[in-house]
């Protein structure tokens, strides 16, 4: 019997890398979104401490030094944090550019993979009828044989 062969393995294959590759890619862009979105969470979180605590300061009495340190500190860290708003806005982007690409490659292997076993399926199909006529000419030879004695 002969083995199935598919045409378009080496593109199939080469589709494949590509979407591993993607997957890959998708992967490191989730994680460096996922950092620069906790690095914003912390920052927040920070931000909202202080402003607590500089409250909680204000009500038992603070001095105008602390009331500057404290509005200098609050003042960085929201400059922080618009920096880090844009990081995550762009991170964000590109998980979801990537997560596209990966969709993208992923039907196609799919498709491939369809047309292979399409492909696979009238291959076995001929093979079956290729043996089916085999079998009716190796019976019609053992009947004209058996007549013929």
């Known amino acids: 019997m002969v083995a199935y062969q598919f045409k378009f393995a080496k593109i199939l294959t080469i589709r ?8 890959l ?6 994680s460096a979104f996922e950092k620069v979105a906790t690095e914003l969470y912390n920052l927040l979180k920070k931000k909202e401490d202080t402003v607590d605590t500089q409250n909680n300061l204000l009500v038992s009495g603070l001095s105008i030094d602390n009331i500057h340190h404290y ?3 609050i003042v960085g860290l929201q400059k922080r944090i618009d920096i ?13 550019w ?9 039907l196609e292997v799919k498709k491939f993979e369809k047309i292979k076993e399409k492909g696979l ?6 093979q079956q009828r290729l043996e089916t006529i085999q079998l009716d000419e190796i019976s ?10």
Do not use: H
């Not at 494949?16 to 997957?23: F, G, L, Y």
């Not at 880090?84 to 998980?95: L, P, T």
């Not at 990537?98 to 992923?106: D, W």
């Not at 019609?140 to 004695?149: A, C, T």
């Open 98 to 106: 990537m997560e596209e690409k990966l969709l993208e490659k992923s």
């Open 25 to 30: 890619a998708y992967k490191e862009s989730v």
């Open 71 to 73: 509005s200098n500190y």
């Open 84 to 96: 880090v708003q844009k990081e995550v806005i762009q991170a964000r982007s590109k998980m979801n």
């Open 140 to 149: 019609s030879l053992k009947f004209q044989n058996k007549e013929i004695r």
């Open 121 to 126: 399926e009238q291959f076995q199909q001929e």
């Open 16 to 23: 494949e890398q590509e979407k591993s590759e993607t997957e």
